[in-house]
């Protein structure tokens, strides 16, 4: 088992930054095998996916509405993966969580509690 613990959301002005972290702890030999996922759900809207990072880091991919904007990122000497969010805008605001798919299998199997984003115009 590995547990993900999400970190340093909050509310932010419109065209501001903000950083998100996620630890893992446990198993997290299990950290370093997952290709690395952050997914957000706005209220009354469904989980979409946001960016992804592969087991080295070398490679990552992200969704239309936030490229160019977030980056995401991974240190597996820390077992954290970050996502630096600039120029937010007011729809990017959602609870915002980290998840790991093991050995990319293409299921996100482990997930944190996630952390609220809420970006005012």
């Known amino acids: 088992q590995v547990q993900l613990v999400e970190s340093g959301g909050g509310l932010v002005q419109a065209g501001g930054s903000l950083r998100l972290s996620c630890a893992a702890s446990?198993?997290?030999?299990?950290?370093?095998?997952?290709?690395m996922g952050w997914l957000r759900q706005a209220p009354g809207k469904e989980r979409e996916f946001v960016a992804d990072?592969?087991?080295?880091?070398?490679?990552?991919g992200y969704a239309d509405s936030v490229k160019g904007r977030f980056t995401i990122s991974r240190d597996n000497a820390r077992n954290t993966v970050y996502l630096q969010m600039n120029s937010l805008k007011p729809e990017d605001t959602a609870v915002y969580y980290c998840?790991?798919?093991?050995?990319?299998?293409?299921?996100?199997?482990?997930w944190g509690q996630g952390t609220q984003v809420t970006v005012s115009s």
């Open positions: 446990g198993h997290t030999f299990l950290f370093t095998l997952s290709t």
């Open positions: 998840a790991a798919d093991v050995a990319a299998r293409g299921v996100y199997g482990y």
């Open positions: 990072v592969n087991r080295s880091g070398g490679s990552a």
